[in-house]
């Protein structure tokens, strides 16, 4: 016997795209986003952009829902996103520069993985570039080598792992793997790429002071608004078909 759902109903809504990207996902969004109180993005990283055009003004995103131009909307990305740091907070700057109020509006969940320089140099290195063989035409934002990492789970670091006293240690132990994983790339072949640990690691120090208001629990937020009855809205990003199953 499968247990009974926490709530009556599930007050829900999820947006997928059903081919190869490029649906209009964005746009359909962006007009339900006016029946729901919270928008999140659950999968997916910088590589999926949409534009959205409101009031008259277009807006480019990539990481965050569009339901973030709305003042009574919510927005959450969860811990399926694979989250470049530097690409969310472009946006936040750039939402914010432009009259957008982020604050108290966006929550980024503590177990999204966080995309490193080293996941973008892999993934030129993967795109083709040793062998000479067909690239497969990734955005070279290094999504498909965080992913990885994320399932491979002893080189992966979630965004809560920047936060913690023990990051520092866990931080050179990615970094001494990630250096041995390039040097053998390079002796297959590929560019010579350095990592300047010490410059990465206050970098992304930075990068978590600046988002650390927004960080939490995303989970129990979300359970918590499905159980309220408030009505949610589940933003894809990619389409079906490139799906690797």
């Not at 811990?79 to 690409?87: H, I, M, T, Y």
């Not at 929550?107 to 497969?136: C, K, M, Q, Y």
């Not at 132990?173 to 590929?190: I, N, P, T, W, Y």
């Amino acid at each position: 016997m499968f247990p009974e759902p926490r709530g009556a109903s599930v007050p829900g809504t999820c947006v997928i795209g059903l081919q190869w990207g490029d649906e209009a996902k964005g746009k359909l969004v962006d007009i339900l986003t006016e029946h729901h109180e919270i928008v999140v993005r659950y999968q997916g990283g910088a590589n999926a952009g949409h534009t959205v055009v409101s009031g008259g003004e277009t807006w480019k995103l990539s990481l965050i829902p569009s339901g973030i131009l709305r003042n009574d909307v919510s927005c959450v990305v969860t811990g399926g996103v694979v989250l470049d740091p530097a690409s969310i907070i472009g946006e936040i700057d750039m939402l914010e520069g432009r009259g957008v109020t982020v604050a108290g509006k966006l929550r980024l969940s503590d177990r999204a993985h966080v995309v490193f320089p080293w996941h973008v140099a892999e993934d030129a290195i993967l795109n083709g570039n040793v062998t000479g063989g067909e690239a497969i035409g990734t955005t070279g934002r290094g999504i498909g080598p965080c992913y990885r990492d994320k399932v491979g789970r002893s080189l992966a670091l979630r965004l809560g792992d920047l936060y913690r006293p023990e990051f520092r240690q866990q931080f050179d132990h990615v970094l001494k793997a990630k250096r041995q994983l390039l040097e053998a790339a390079r002796s297959a072949g590929a560019s010579p790429i350095e990592l300047d640990g010490e410059a990465i690691f206050r970098q992304y120090s930075n990068y978590a002071d600046r988002l650390r208001d927004c960080v939490g629990d995303t989970t129990h937020l979300l359970l918590d608004a499905v159980e309220a009855g408030r009505p949610v809205l589940f933003e894809g990003a990619q389409g079906a078909l490139l799906d690797i199953d």
